[in-house]
Structure formats: structure tokens, C-alpha cells
């Protein structure tokens, strides 16, 4: 199936025949079979129930006119060598910094890779995400799409708790969630699916009966300072004892946790932490903090002394925000650990898999290790393996425990 370029750059004006609720895709090349393949592998595709059109455009320069009169595309499938050899290169500064579109999700795709380097471009510039096309097959491109405008849809969903009601639901929840941060702490273990053993254990929220795994989500990330300061004192008070019942022993594994100070730009659960390991004189490289995505560029610099000590740091959470691979470079994860809300009956649910695969293949790409947390039953289990994730957390694995300042016998 060939195009030539007339007709490669009549599909950028052929706007009668979009959808007025499709995904606007933009296919940014010079080479016609290029777009003419994108557009025979994503024509069918949907998200949410609204199609995916792609057009195409064979130069930068066309890009930045077509982007100037279609501000609302959703992605920029973009090639880097065009006109010239870093054409690509400037057209992401284009749109990032004088058109202003910071939704606009930009996917790299190259065939060049030698010309920019993928950690080069990844580190410099701010995109979602880099693939080449020889590797990119036709389940591997519908995937990142679909993780692209799941992190679109994520942007543009932040500011919809404007209605009354939606603010009362939330308030409500947060309220829940507060009342569980006074709650006994939950221990869950991870296995490691190469070996089948425990890997670490990750002393968490009791979970709110009735709330969705992205509500809890969502309602942790909206506690107050005073909460959030109180469950890290409280937390790094317990963990001596947590070390010496679960990892301060042959065969001993490590234990993760969060600091819920770091939701609202606090440096005192850090300090406290820091103070801790001081104090005990226990092995940094024991605890693995789990990060959350969310102003992660800020945590960033406050972890970097955690990580200059040996702490294992995860990024949590991924899948339903929005994140752009520098923000991620900067970070330098350990392990990437994806959200418990689509990693749960993920083989029954194409959209939801395609994300699994999207986070998984971009983890590897970083050199980090892969997390399903919520796993709920064996085919979970089974999927994740297949797919290439590390570790595994959830139901499925074991439950968590409920845990007492007398940890008891069960524990250790």
C-alpha cells in the first residue's frame, strides 16, 4: 500500500471525514509508507469509545502550520530526520515551548537512532516517548497510543472536581482514608517471579472498603500536611522493629514504604527517615521508598541523598498519570511500579493490557525493574510474567496482614 507525498499531505487538510470526538493523530514523516502503515494499523482503534484519526503531514515544517490550526491533537507520532537532520529535534521545542502545548503527547519514532541517541534526546528534550521503528510492530504502536492518551486523558481530567457533588464525593473519601492512616498499618509481600520468593514487604494504608484502588489513590494524594506528617512519624517510628521482624534475618528481604509528606512538597519525612537510619545504623539498601509520580520532578531532588545512601527508590503508581520520559531520566527509578487499578483482571481487558505492556517496555528501556501491584488472580500472575515484569504484589500473592506494635508471632 503506497502513497505518494501529494497525497500523503492531502490527508493533514482532510478534515470533512474526522469524527467530532476521535483522537486526533498526528503522523509526522517523510517517508509516505510510513503513515500510510500507521493509518492501516490504527484505523480501527478506539479509546473510550471515541475512534483514533490519524493524518499525516511529510515535513516540520507542515507540522507546526498544522498543529497552529489544530491545537486540540491528541498525539505526535514524530519522526526526527526529515528536511533536516534535526527537524524532529526542533519541532518538539516548537511545541513545547512557543506554541505551548504541553498536553500534546509526542512519540519518537526513528529510524536513525544513531543520529540522536535515545538517552541524549530523552534526557534533552520533553517527550513521551522514544521507539524505533523497527521495533515498533503494529501491537507495540496501538499500546503506546493507547498509554498516550490514557496520560492525555489523565491531564485533562486533573481539574474535573469542579461540581458540588464531585467535591463532596472526594471530601468524603479523603476523610476515609485519614481515619485509615490512624489504622494499624497493612504488611503485604512481593514475589519475585523468577524464583517464586518474597522479595520484599511493603508496610502500606489499610485500604478503604468500597473505594477503587485510583479513589484510595486519589484521596491519599489529598491528605492534609498534618496527616501525612503524623503517618510518616508514626511509620519510620516502626520500622527498627518491622526490619528486625522481617528483613534483619537469614534470608531477609527488604521493606518499602511511602512518606505521605512528599504529597505536599515536604522535606520531614525525608529528615526523619535520614535520622532514623543514623540513629539504628541499619542498612539503607533494606528499604525501597515508593515514590509517587505525581510533582516528580520536586521529589526527585529530595531523594537524591536516599539514593547516594543505598535506598532503593520505585516509581509508583504509573499507568493513569501523566508523565514525560525526562521527568522519569531525571528520577532514575530502581523499580517502576505500576498502578494497582489496571494491573487487576488486566489479561480480560485489552485496553488495560496494552498499558501493562506500554510501562513494562518503557521500564526496560530505562534499565529498572517492573512492579504489578494488585494482582487478584492467576492469570494476572501468569500475564505479567509473560509480558516481562519482574515482581508481582497482590491478593494473588498473599494478603496483607494487619500488623500490631507487638508484631506478632505470624510475622517473623
Known amino acids: 500500500m503506497n502513497h505518494d507525498r501529494d497525497e500523503l499531505d492531502s490527508h493533514a487538510a482532510g478534515n470533512a471525514a474526522m469524527p467530532a470526538h476521535a483522537w ?34 511529510a515535513s516540520a515544517a507542515d507540522a507546526r502550520e498544522y498543529l497552529a490550526r489544530h491545537p486540540d491533537t491528541a498525539v505526535v507520532l514524530l519522526d526526527l530526520v526529515m528536511e533536516e537532520d534535526d527537524a524532529g529535534l526542533h519541532l518538539v521545542r516548537h511545541i513545547r515551548e512557543r506554541a505551548g502545548l504541553r498536553h500534546v503527547q509526542i512519540l519518537v519514532r526513528t529510524g536513525h537512532p544513531g543520529v540522536a541517541p535515545e538517552a541524549e534526546v530523552i534526557a534533552a528534550y520533553d517527550i513521551n516517548g522514544y521507539y524505533l521503528k523497527t521495533e515498533l510492530t503494529a501491537q507495540r504502536l496501538r499500546s503506546a497510543i493507547t498509554f498516550a492518551l490514557r496520560n492525555l486523558e489523565a491531564v485533562g481530567a486533573a481539574p474535573n472536581l469542579s461540581s ?32 517464586g520468593e518474597i522479595s520484599a514487604y511493603e508496610v502500606m494504608v489499610s485500604p478503604v472498603r468500597g473505594l477503587a484502588p485510583d479513589e484510595f489513590s486519589t484521596a491519599l494524594e489529598r491528605l492534609s500536611p498534618a496527616v501525612g506528617l503524623a503517618w510518616d512519624r508514626r511509620l519510620i517510628g516502626m520500622l527498627p522493629d518491622l526490619y528486625a521482624a522481617l528483613v534483619g534475618k537469614p534470608g531477609g528481604t527488604r ?37 509517587p509520580e505525581h510533582g516528580l520532578s520536586d521529589w526527585s531532588e529530595r531523594c537524591a541523598s536516599l539514593r547516594k545512601r543505598g535506598v532503593i527508590l520505585t516509581l509508583d503508581g504509573v499507568g493513569l ?52 501491584r ?9 500475564f505479567c510474567k509473560w509480558e516481562g515484569c519482574e515482581f508481582v504484589q497482590g491478593p494473588a500473592v498473599s494478603p496483607a496482614v494487619d500488623i500490631a506494635p507487638a508484631f506478632p508471632p505470624h510475622l517473623h
Open 255 to 291: 521493606l518499602a514504604f511511602r512518606l505521605l509528606s512528599l504529597g505536599f512538597g515536604g522535606e520531614d519525612g525525608v529528615r526523619m527517615f535520614e535520622d532514623m537510619l543514623d540513629r539504628t545504623g541499619l542498612a539503607a539498601s533494606a528499604f525501597e521508598l515508593c515514590v
Open 374 to 382: 494488585g494482582v487478584v488472580s492467576t492469570d494476572d500472575i501468569q
Open 321 to 372: 498519570g501523566a508523565l514525560s520520559l525526562p521527568e522519569i531520566q531525571r528520577f532514575r527509578p530502581d523499580i517502576v511500579a505500576l498502578n494497582p487499578a489496571i494491573v487487576g483482571h488486566v489479561s480480560e481487558d485489552a485496553e488495560r493490557a496494552a498499558i501493562v505492556r506500554s510501562v513494562v517496555a518503557l521500564t526496560h528501556t530505562l534499565g529498572a525493574h517492573s512492579l504489578a
Open 164 to 195: 458540588g457533588a464531585a467535591k463532596d464525593v472526594m471530601q468524603r473519601s479523603i476523610e476515609r482514608v485519614t481515619r485509615a492512616t490512624e489504622e494499624p498499618p497493612l504488611v503485604e509481600p512481593r514475589m519475585h517471579l523468577a524464583s
Open 24 to 57: 486526533r493523530v498526528l503522523v509526522v514523516d517523510d517517508e509516505p509508507e510510513v503513515f500510510a502503515i500507521t493509518r492501516l494499523v490504527l484505523g480501527r482503534m478506539q479509546f473510550r469509545a471515541r475512534p483514533v484519526h490519524v493524518e499525516g503531514v
